[in-house]
């Protein structure tokens, strides 16, 4: 699929990154000569040097076969206006990243009628939603739900005392009767889709799929539960922090936001005039403990800096913060800092990136069983994803013990009006059904892919 | 410097090199020639060591960077040409195996500079070789290899760009792998047509394909001794037409396939590159007038020759050696322009040399207005400063090697204008030069010195320079970290 993408920043780089290995043939445009220099030195991607408002430039990138046309350039009405010009031209579909929080659903929903567009993403709604939904579930990493929000897959890290430590799955099962499925497990950057015999080992990383009610009495009988954080603080007053604070105080959660520039305050607490806004510099951790840092149920730090980030909530982390979470953009940065402890890491642009794999993977297959939900996990090493079910003999059925699935496939959920099923070996499934398929290392385009060849 | 996935793209080249000697091989089965067992024993050996490096040097990691690029592409072609000898020498047809590199170089760089006396004594298996060379060279193994295996590693754009010809090279199409296709589709597809053509005008099957071979990677190796003299206007003028096509970018035969010939026809370095034909045609023709009888011979020979020189193609139609010296002199001119960038010509480039003019013009406005700004534009875009600095070191890093070779062929004291074509003819891949070593003598004569320099020169024109002088940087290898 020809997919145009104009302009080659810190997001641009990951998307165009992520959906070049998902095959797809891409054109990028950046003003910037270096840029395009460095994007088409790494990747296997033609680069355009020039103005995405320029139609000989979206010519040159062959924006009339273009099935999409993603704009990430610098500003909202750029790209609001360069998708358009993209979707006269000829590009199928465009999706535009809005990130003013002045551009409220209302305006949304007006512009994307009037210029056409398919999709507008954004990332820091996006990431403040990501990190909302950890704030509800504080005991998990990573939250990702699936349609109709019938199962859920939680990803947490098994601690050192963990009462899981040694015990086999089968043995998990036995003891604990429950429907969760635990689905993958990460250990030493290697990823496991784990058989019956397989030792859990305290430092792992697993992922559970189930309904909520069972997870959460998964965890109450491990003693893992924490409870819905009431008191969160937040370093940084970022976009990401505002429309975190608007969750957060319409759920009836205290905020606590530190900002050090004052201006940037006084703003914040126009906008947000439940939370309290405290203009001070943030890491300083006599002004973090004074402002009652031990006292909090949970501490975000969304500044600008990645490391700023990384640190002050090591910090926190010592304080004896239940809850720490840490923005962190820069790879490398991220799996550093979670050798270093910090669990939960947030990565806005790699939010996007699982946005857009998902509309174009979408866009692909509109024939076959479609993809409905698509979330990268462990760290990328995995994909959960939701398709469904169209009639296709291969599949439809068949138990599920007679079907030959590939190696490192998993079938971690079935939906079927409503009812949530844990599938086992004499589950059939049915055309409608929302099923959701875990695979690591690798790509699933459609659900047929699942089967051996 | 990542070794292992140098040595294993190596060994991935001569596997292909392997098979690559099968056409000849058919070639010498048909004609029943004992050149057969000289082939299949080369390929022998070239599958073995090729076999040899991938398994020893399994890739580890595949990162390809730039440096990695270059001293593959470089590497391979030397290795290529070491095992492309071979069969020349085990056959015992060139004995001396300095000659039969030099040969096989000749080949592979679409240079067409001989050491044979008597091409009509050689076998037709090893002719056909010695031409097929010529095709491979003209686009490239190592495109070839991108086009046909899946993507064997990151950032393969490094080795495209060490063996593309030419200042900026760009993709036609997103995948590199497609490019890689699309510019092997359109060689084959030119390739194919001159052939028939050919045909057609009464040439035999044979002789069509090593003509058309040599013509379509501008190398310039013939099958009889006065090159393409004997044969009907027809034929001269259908070799003449093809040579110059195959000076074009190859992108513009992307871009009108693509129903963009609009945008092809807008491309400056065509319209220059056609100019510097028609005015040369033209100059030659008045300054020939009273060398042949009518005006009709006199326009075949003069656009023979500098479609031939030009894109550095080095077949010929007469012995221009007997020209006037004005005629003679601008065609030593073309040997240094060349063709396109992106063609399969060799040369200094047209697209470098509008860029060195533009450049220059520049630099005399800058220094009449100090103050002035003034940005390049090629193409209808701004060209990068770093663009340009390139282009002018190149030049002088050609000329400053030129020069350096040509006092070392000159250690075989022959006259300076032998000594001096003979470099420019192989730097800059054309085949003849003037004088001894014109169209209708050979390069036998050189010593054995000299024809090691002169390989060298045709290898580093042919890879323009930079992979060339890299891969022999002790820098390159001495430390393992970088």
Redesign the interface.
Known sequence: M?IIISGCGKIGATILESLVAEGH???AIDNN?SVIQEI???Y???GV?GNCFDCDVLEEAGISEAELFIAVAGSDESNMMSCFLARKLGAKHTIARIRNPEYNDKSLSILRHHFELSMSINPERLAAHEIFNILKFPSAVKIDSFSRRSFEMIEFRLKDDSVLDGLTLSGFRDKYKTQVLICCVLRDDEIFIPGGNFVLKSGDKISLAATHTDITKLFKELGLSQKQSKNVMILGGSRISYYLSEMLASAGISVKIIDRNEKNCELLSDLLPKAVIINADGSQQDLLLEEGLTTMDAFVSLTGMDEENILISIFAATQNVPKVISKVNKDELASMAEKLGLDTIVSPKKIVSDVIIRYARALRNSLGSSVETLYKVMDGHAEALEFIVKDDARIVNIPLKNLRLKKNILIGGITRDRKRIVPGGNDVILPGDHVIIIAANQRLQELADILEK | MNYSIVFYMTGRILQIEALLFTLPMVTAVFYRENCFFALLISALIAGAVGFFLTTVFKKKDSMIYVKEGMTIVALAWILMSVIGALPFVISGEIPSFFDAFFETVSGFTTTGASILTDIEAMSKGLLFWRSFTHWIGGMGVLVFIMAIFPQESGRSIHIMRAEMPGPIIGKLVPKIRETAKILYLIYIVMTVIEIILLCVGGMSIFESIVHTFGTAGTGGFGVKADSIGGYSPYLQWVITIFMLLFGINFNLYYLILAKKIKTALKSSEMWCYFAIVAISITAICINLHSVYGSFSETFRHSSFQVASIITTTGYATTDFNTWPEFSKMLLVALMFIGGCAGSTAGGLKVSRIILLVKAVFRDLKHTLHPRSVASVKFEGKKIERDTINGVTTYFALYFILFFLMLVLISLDSFDFETTFTATAACFNNVGPGLSAVGPASNYAAFSNLSKMILSFAMLLGRLEIYPMLLAFAPALWRNKNH
């Open positions: 020809k043939d891409i054109v000569q088409t030195n790494v296997d991607v033609m040097c």
